[in-house]
């Protein structure tokens, strides 16, 4: 309240006070007021308290408004209207609607824009809308061997060898079509490994064609760089590798099913990158169903429990090629050829039970594998064409030292290699046992060979091997491993033999970079 509005309600109040104090004293006056004027006296008194008690009214109201209007917000100063003003405001407003241009210009230019990323999963170029992709990635092994006992040469010649050396170009054209171009510069000779097209309707139905792994072994569909020792077990020689063809194949309800199955030029056993050279002209019809049924569930034990089966079926015609492909030890050595003038002359079917399970830090994978085949050729006089069936199976488990969690698609360290931070990345220890057994009936009518010229001679009927391994991820890029494997074998010790005549003992070591 403001002073002049104290001083106004002061008066105010000292008014109505000395009001109230006068009129008791005038109306004794009246009363020792002589009677002669005593009407006109008192009527002239009536009228003028009258006019007071309006004043103060009057007075009172007055101050009653300049309180209200001191209690009630301010009201806006009204804006000075200026010709400089109006336009510094005009300015300021397209100043605004310029940069809300360029915002809306750039997000449609970011849009329209390549992507360049380089990650520890490789490079990766691709448009604005993913609908063309091109993927660079690389897998480099290097390899050492050294075998014991072994005192013929050259069979277990130890050394290092560039076990594998792979650029790998992968992509999407078009959003739906996937494609993988693959070569492999390690070995000997320079071959492709990969070469494929994929449309993708959607993760549950996909039709690939060109050259890929046939889809029958669970050790065998495993990444290169994902396999828990440096060579698959002897049970994949049974299992035919990479082969031309084209399959139908996908994943339900979120990878719970699995399936593929396809038709393909058909090829033998073992485990080579050798596919369809002439040993046989009949069509192959693969096919392979595999389930996790816990996969999604809350079951968090069960959750990494996978099984399932793989097969095929072909039928073969004699042809001119002779049936060379043998079976091969852990250190790769052959330990049971066919014979020279053996060759395939009907049905070959095979089948492949399997299974893993990985909980934490446990792994444990396995896989029972038959392969039957009617062969003509035999060596002993008088010999009619026979089916062979030869069985193998393995078992492999590991644990994670680390903690890290185990998996069909490798190992990730939850701390990578860095001493400067005293991390060393994930280790895993391993264990295996395999074994393969031939057809007695390759050795009744001269199927198997006897001995044979080179490095391979006489073939043993059954091979028993064992191993046990250190894997080292210093990150998800980097692995170091190291191994040893014992095979022993039944039979091949006749005259010439090499490597079935006592057990073969190798150290494997491997320095691998994937990205």
Known sequence: MSTVQTKL??????????????????????????????????????AEIEALKQELQALAQKVDA????????????????????????????????????DQENAATLAKSQPKISMNQNGFSFSTADTNFVANFHGVLQVDSRTYFNNPKLPAGTDGFLLRRARPIFNGTVFKDFDFNFTPEFGGSTVQIVDAYLNYRYDSALQLQAGKFKSP??????????????????????????????????????GGVLSYAGGIFNGSPDLNTTTVNTGLSNGKAFVGRLFAQPFKNSDLVPLQGLGFGVGG???????????????????????????????LPAGTHWRIDPQGYYYYGPFSLLGEYDISAQRLTGGTVTGAKPVTLQNNAWEITGGWVLTGEDAGYNGITPLHPFNLHNGN????????????????????????????????????????????????????????????????????????????????????????????
């Not at 008066?11 to 004794?28: D, N």
């Not at 060579?231 to 990479?242: H, V």
């Not at 015609?317 to 049971?336: I, R």
């Not at 490095?455 to 391994?469: I, L, Y």
């Open 9 to 46: 309600k002061q008066l105010a109040v000292a008014t109505v006070a000395g009001f109230q104090l006068a009129l008791p004293a005038t109306a004794a006056d009246s009363t020792n007021t002589p009677p002669d004027n005593s009407s006109d006296s008192s009527a002239a008194q009536a």
């Open 66 to 101: 300049l309180e209200h209007q001191q209690q009630a917000p301010p009201s806006a100063a009204p804006t000075p209207s200026s010709p400089a003003i109006a336009d510094l405001d005009q300015k300021v407003r397209v100043l605004e609607r310029q940069r809300e241009i």
């Open 216 to 253: 029958i072994g669970l050790e065998q569909l495993q990444a290169d760089v994902n396999t828990t020792f440096n060579e698959r077990s002897i049970a994949t020689d049974l299992i035919p590798y990479r082969d031309v063809g084209v399959e139908l194949h996908g994943d339900l309800a």
């Open 312 to 342: 095929s079926y072909q039928h073969d015609d004699p042809v001119t090629s002779e049936l060379t492909p043998g079976y091969t030890t852990d250190g790769q050595q052959k330990f049971f050829t066919y014979g020279s003038k053996v």
């Open 424 to 515: 060393w990345g994930a280790f895993q220890v391993v264990a295996r046992y395999a074994n393969l057994d031939v057809d007695n009936n390759a050795f009744k009518d001269g199927f198997a060979s006897a001995s044979t010229t080179g490095t391979f001679t006489a073939s043993a009927s059954e091979a028993r091997a064992w191993s046990v391994g250190l894997n080292w991820y210093l990150n998800r890029n980097l692995r170091i491993n190291g191994s040893f494997s014992r095979t022993d074998f039944t039979g091949g010790r006749g005259t010439g033999a090499t490597v079935t005549e006592q057990p073969e003992n190798v150290l494997f070591t491997r320095l691998q970079l994937a990205f």
